[in-house]
């Protein structure tokens, strides 16, 4: 959006940690404006629409781990149901509603326990968690101010998009960081939960200029975002362990299945690396994602394919190699510091 020319304006949220790792290369640009609000805050959404009078609001504000959603379902709720209602009436509230587009972050996991594979704009939804059915309503609430009040507002349902930035406790992201310590000697082993699940990964650089393309159409309509392309969670484990120099074989079934190397460092060959453990099973888990592209393709002219899985995982290890290698080269020059510090060689 900067780069695009857009004055941006994001909320967060006030914390004692500092945890704006990922904006943090936004900080101090002059289109870029940071304020503290809450999706749970009405008041706090209505002064801030009131005060940057947007032209365009992406709201992608969610607790946004399906697993997290059985441990705190108010919450999820509270931030990814009534919060949408809250923006659309901040929006309304501010007279607003002719001038400013809405696009909203739905999900894949509205159909949840699937009901027709591929999924596309017509497939009905089944939503299999809290979280799904928090967004289930997000996904109503902005089609019915969209014909109640004629605003534009609209829903992108988002396949998995995943990326170098992407939370550490999502699959992608705990697979590629774990292949790239494990390669380093700085972790010995992975544990997952469903190895079997399948979904539909793309890469979240190529669906953020999807967001933009759906709220510069004539109409507002809800598109599905996915490259049509599907994988196991196993599958993602062998590609981003090779693409960290260890080859994988998976042996066993079910909570009993191990990944083995089979070839990379002599001192792995022939270890379990990866295993898995119930804790990361889930009460009810979505297994059979895979996106129908066809309506994005054909109206916003979007490619699916601009990033193919395979880059998608080397883009990922090898930011993650590169991470991990520069910690360790931190954590030695830190303990270098205090070893200086005691002997009294620097002061
Ligand atoms: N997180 C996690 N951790 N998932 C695991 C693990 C593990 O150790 N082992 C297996 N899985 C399986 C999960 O059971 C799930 O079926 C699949 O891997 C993907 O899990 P996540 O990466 O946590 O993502 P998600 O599909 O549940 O949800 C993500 O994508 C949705 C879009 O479809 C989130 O980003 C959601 O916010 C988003 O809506």
């Not at 967060?12 to 101090?28: F, M, N, T």
């Amino acid at each position: 959006m900067l780069a695009k020319g857009y004055d941006v304006h994001g909320i967060i949220r006030r914390s004692s940690v500092d945890y704006r790792e990922r904006i943090a290369h936004l900080e101090g640009r002059p289109n870029f404006h940071l304020h503290y609000a809450d999706m749970s805050d009405s008041m706090s959404l209505v002064k801030l629409v009131g005060k940057v009078q947007p032209t365009e609001i992406y709201n992608l504000a969610a607790q946004s781990h399906v697993q997290v959603s059985f441990d705190a379902p108010e919450f999820t709720a509270d931030v990814d149901a009534v919060g949408v209602l809250r923006i659309l009436e901040a929006v309304r509230t501010n007279h607003l509603e002719k001038t400013c587009k809405i696009y909203q972050a739905s999900t894949s996991e509205l159909y949840g326990k699937v009901e027709e594979v591929p999924q596309s704009e017509t497939t009905p939804f089944h939503p299999y968690s809290p979280y799904a059915v928090a967004k289930l309503y997000g996904y109503w609430i902005i089609k019915e101010y969209r014909e109640a009040y004629n605003m534009f507002c609209c829903s992108g349902i988002l396949f998995n998009h995943e990326s170098e930035r992407r939370g550490e406790t999502f699959v992608t992201r705990k697979i590629t960081l774990a292949a790239a310590r494990i390669a380093q000697g700085k972790q010995e082993k992975l544990y997952l939960g469903n190895l079997s699940s399948l979904r539909d990964w793309g890469y979240a650089k190529d669906y953020v200029e999807c967001m933009w393309l759906i709220l510069q159409q004539d109409k507002p309509e809800d598109f599905v975002i996915a490259t049509g392309v599907q994988h196991s969670v196993r599958e993602f484990a062998y590609h981003a362990f090779k693409a960290a120099g260890i080859e994988l074989k998976f042996e066993g079934e079910d909570i009993d299945e191990k990944g083995i190397c089979v070839n990379g460092p002599a001192n792995l060959v022939g270890k379990t690396l990866v295993e898995v453990s119930e804790d990361f099973y889930r009460p009810t888990d979505v297994v059979n994602l895979l996106g129908d592209p066809t309506k994005a393709k054909q109206t916003l002219g979007w490619n699916p394919q601009k990033t193919s899985f395979d880059q998608l995982v080397s883009i990922m290890v090898k930011h993650d190699m590169e991470k991990v290698a520069a910690e360790h080269v931190a954590s030695v020059m830190r303990t270098n510091l205090a070893e200086y510090l005691e002997k009294g060689v620097v002061k």
